[in-house]
């Protein structure tokens, strides 16, 4: 059973930086895309990049320039580094990982999340 476990959430001011971590477990992981999502309050859940399995990655336009995904495939952890983060950049941030293909901004894409770190960006 594939298990994903997100840290280094927390409270960041605007212009300082986070990186985030996601542990998995319960692979190999060799074949699998991952991704970072995130939900704002009252939003719906977003992309915010994705590494495949060929270490293609692709970022969400508003975070592009900022945020960089990575992988360490030795530990099987994935993680965010959020570089100048600003408040439209709280929400929970959620890992995501798939074997089965797709579009890799899709939640659908991914069978299994983890539960969710939160950040917070102060002004």
């Known amino acids: 059973q594939v298990q994903l476990a997100e840290s280094g959430g927390g409270l960041v001011q605007a212009g300082g930086s986070l990186r985030l971590s996601c542990a998995a477990s319960?692979?190999?992981?060799?074949?699998?895309?991952m991704a970072w999502f995130r939900q704002a309050p009252g939003k719906e859940r977003e992309f915010v990049a994705a590494?495949?399995?060929?270490?293609?990655?692709t970022y969400a336009d508003s975070v592009k320039d900022r945020f960089s995904i990575s992988i360490d495939d030795a530990k099987n952890t994935l993680y965010l580094q959020m570089n100048s983060p600003q408040p439209e950049d709280t929400a929970v941030y959620y890992c995501?990982?798939?074997?089965?293909?797709?579009?890799?901004?899709?939640?659908?894409?991914?069978?299994?999340w983890g539960q969710g770190t939160q950040v917070t960006v102060s002004s």
């Open positions: 319960g692979g190999p992981f060799s074949y699998y895309n």
């Open positions: 590494i495949t399995w060929g270490s293609v990655t």
């Open positions: 995501a990982a798939g074997a089965k293909g797709g579009i890799v901004s899709d939640t659908g894409t991914y069978e299994y």
